[in-house]
Nanobody, 116 residues
């Protein structure tokens, strides 16, 4: 059974940094893509960052230059390094594999709160 487990969230001040981790029960290469989504209070879920099996990355405009998605194949883990955090980054962050497919997987989410 495939499971994704996020960790690393917390409360930080604006300008601070956090690194989120997504531990995958199977090989990252079992999926075409891994990504991080977020959903703020009263907001729609949005894709923040994605990495495909060939290592290509994409980011939503609002986090470009501040967030970095990466992977550690040996540890079957995907990371989201978040720097220069802003209050508007406050949200529950979810790790997902192959979303919008018939074989999508989602983690339980981890809360990120950024104070001004």
């Amino acid at each position: 059974q495939v499971q994704l487990v996020e960790s690393g969230g917390g409360l930080v001040q604006a300008g601070g940094s956090l690194r989120l981790s997504c531990a995958v029960s199977g090989s990252i290469f079992s999926f075409n893509a891994m990504g991080w989504f977020r959903q703020g209070s009263g907001q729609q879920r949005e894709l923040v960052a994605a990495i495909t099996s060939d290592g290509s990355t994409n980011y939503v405009d609002s986090v470009k230059g501040r967030f970095t998605i990466s992977r550690d194949i040996a540890k079957n883990t995907v990371y989201l390094q978040m720097n220069s955090l802003k209050p508007e980054d406050t949200a529950v962050y979810y790790c997902s594999a192959d979303w919008a497919t018939q074989n999508d997987y989602w983690g339980q989410g981890t809360q990120v709160a950024v104070s001004s």
